[in-house]
């Protein structure tokens, strides 16, 4: 059983920055995917972010590429996600997700995903 704690949403302009946190609660990552999701109101959720966390590989939204950013700390089993250039679409409830996969095979689909977080809100007001 993996869980999963998110923090760091809350309200910033356009064109600002946030980092989110995703705190896991296993012994180790190792064989782990993390990724990245979120819902904004009348919405499906939708993939944002992965990373693999013995790999470090990682795979993008294209509505995200080159403003987001996924890294983890392995001595804190935390994986991050920095958000620059932040638009008001990205307004939503992010989720961190995992599942475990012996490849390292970063999904986008979130049936594959077995962990969740309780989501944390990030407002981009214009």
């Known amino acids: 059983q993996v869980r999963l704690v998110e923090s760091g949403g809350g309200l910033v302009q356009a064109g600002g920055s946030l980092r989110l946190s995703c705190a896991a609660s296993?012994?180790?990552?190792?064989?782990?995917?993390m990724g990245w999701f979120r819902q904004a109101p009348g919405k499906e959720r939708e993939f944002v972010a992965g990373?693999?966390?013995?790999?470090?590989?990682?795979d993008y939204a294209d509505s995200v590429k080159g403003r987001f950013t996924s890294s983890r700390d392995n001595a804190k089993n935390t994986v991050y996600l920095q958000m620059n250039s932040l638009k008001p679409e990205d307004t939503a409830v992010y989720y961190c997700?995992?599942?475990?996969?012996?490849?390292?095979?970063?999904?986008?689909?979130?049936?594959?995903?077995?962990?969740w977080g309780q989501g944390t809100q990030v407002t981009v007001s214009s």
């Open positions: 990373i693999s966390w013995s790999a470090g590989n990682t």
């Open positions: 296993v012994r180790t990552l190792n064989s782990y995917v």
């Open positions: 997700a995992a599942y475990s996969d012996r490849y390292w095979r970063i999904y986008a689909a979130e049936s594959r995903y077995d962990y």
